[in-house]
């Protein structure tokens, strides 16, 4: 049933969980204090998505020691760096990893904070594990904070992704499904074969930890056993080990967290590879409704002085070639109201063609969103071109994205914007950071629920202009449309 390959029905949700004790509620307040209490949590973000979950915390797009220092100064329990490693080859994801312990290490210790590290990823499984938490613990040991164990949440509950009995499943339209039957299981550079995260530890860490190695919180331990008996079994791990957690609602994220946090009290250190709900409990907050129009413009500065010529319109840059977000890019045009530019990616990749195809687009957007018929909305081509293999493939992705960036870059550079959206995860962070220059920024919540970050850049071209971070892989088909609908009442 877990593995990739055999065919699944799909099943109810509340069919999966029956015959689990029932959810045990937790004070969310009462967890925040403790929350507020231990070590703050750093959330090192290998796409910029991870922020979906939360509101009000500082967000890195670079991690020298001074930007490290002054979030570690901030009165939030938590704050994200933004790695984006999951663009990246292993051996570059290997060295930023390393680069960014080694300066978090620094900025802590001049600041006199103690923290914990969270790798967060992606909640179908991609990324690269177990590279980053290799890396990570390396240099956590080195720092003098070796862990004992590494706890794997991937849920993200906003968006169906839960954990039951050690396997993961998502949730589709027909119900709910292993992830190993998705399309993401099928990824060109991360693909896999089991949803039981026992077996997918193995099958990623080619056996070197075999399942019966991999430890496990389940929902009984959660509900039954509840904190003590969490803290019971993490206290018990040592020299790295491995333990995959179920999860299917908010509450059992937080029963874990508070055994978590009871277990780090008593001296155990951790490494976290999570999803995004898991950071939403850990950082003691629940769950918040979508901002509306009215908050983003207060939440804004006026920037008077901008010499720029301001559109009442805003930029989308879509990216992703995931189904589901050419299903939402279909229903925003079903509707009207934008105006479209395509990069074609065969002449991107054509080195006689491709810088000229990218200067055309730019005159062309700088011209229509200037006149502002409409939200301007450029796309890679559809049909999504891979390499030979998986380093090949991200190979072609960076070449696609660092066009569709400078397009965004040179057009923000002459025109501001109402609003800049980043369709897909390596899309929305190379257009956060080498489109519109974010360093620091603060994600201020959402506006599906749960599920896309609204950004308040602190500085740079794209200050006063609220950034929309949308992943490629999650919403219904209306979810761009509604995100945009919003934004246009700015």
């Not at 969980?17 to 959810?23: H, L, N």
């Not at 090192?44 to 939360?54: R, V």
């Amino acid at each position: 049933m877990a593995g990739r390959g055999t065919h699944v029905t799909a099943v109810p949700l509340d069919e999966l969980t029956a015959g689990f004790p029932p959810v045990r509620p937790v004070d969310a307040a009462a967890l925040a204090t403790q929350v507020a209490g231990g070590r703050t949590l750093v959330v090192l973000d290998d796409d910029p998505t991870g922020t979906q979950s939360i509101t009000d915390l500082p967000v890195l797009t670079r991690w020298t020691v001074d930007d490290l220092r002054w979030a570690l100064r901030q009165d939030t329990p938590a704050f994200f760096v933004l790695t984006n490693t999951r663009s990246l080859a292993e051996p570059d994801a290997a060295a930023l990893n390393r680069d960014v312990a080694g300066a978090l290490a620094t900025a802590a210790a001049a600041e006199g904070v103690d923290y914990v590290v969270a790798s967060r990823s992606d909640s179908t499984l991609r990324g690269h594990y177990p590279l980053e938490t290799d890396v990570l613990a390396a240099e956590l040991a080195a720092a003098g904070r070796p862990i004992d164990g590494v706890v794997i949440v991937p849920a993200f509950v906003d968006a169906g992704r839960v954990t039951v009995g050690s396997v993961h499943w998502m949730r589709t339209t027909e119900g709910m499904i292993p992830v190993s039957e998705s399309e993401f299981a099928r990824d060109a550079t991360f693909g896999y074969h089991h949803a039981d995260l026992r077996d997918w530890v193995a099958e990623k860490t080619a056996g070197r930890t075999p399942r019966t190695e991999v430890a496990t919180v389940t929902l009984d331990d959660l509900r039954a056993g509840g904190p003590g008996g969490v803290e019971k079994i993490l206290g018990g791990l040592t020299g790295g080990r491995p333990v995959v957690v179920d999860a299917v609602t908010d509450d059992d994220l937080r029963v874990l967290v508070q055994g978590l946090l009871a277990a780090e009290a008593g001296g155990s250190r951790f490494l976290y590879r999570t999803g995004p709900s898991f950071v939403r409990a850990r950082s003691g907050q629940t769950a918040a409704p979508p901002v509306d129009a009215a908050r983003l413009r207060a939440a804004l500065p006026a920037l008077d002085g901008d010499p720029r010529p301001r559109s009442a319109r805003g930029l989308v840059a879509v990216g992703s070639h995931v189904a589901l977000t050419t299903r939402q890019l279909d229903r925003l045009r079903a509707t009207g109201g934008i105006v479209e530019l395509e990069l074609d990616v065969p002449a991107l990749l054509d080195p006689a063609r491709g810088s000229a195809h990218v200067a055309t687009t730019v005159e062309r957007a700088v011209e229509l969103l200037g006149n502002a018929d409409g939200d301007l909305v450029v796309t890679t081509s559809r049909t999504l071109v891979t390499g030979a293999d998986g380093a090949a493939s991200l190979a072609i992705a960076r070449t696609v994205s660092t066009a569709l960036v400078t397009v965004v870059r040179e057009l923000v550079a002459r025109v501001r914007p109402a609003f800049v959206l980043g369709k897909g995860g390596i899309t929305a962070s190379d257009t956060a950071t080498a489109g519109l220059g974010i360093t620091r920024a603060w994600s201020r919540g959402t506006l599906l629920p749960g599920l896309v970050s609204v950004w308040e850049p602190v500085s740079g071209p794209a200050c006063g202009i609220p950034y929309i971070v949308f992943a490629g892989n999650v919403g219904d088909d209306d979810g761009l449309l509604t995100a945009v609908r919003t934004l246009r009442e700015l």
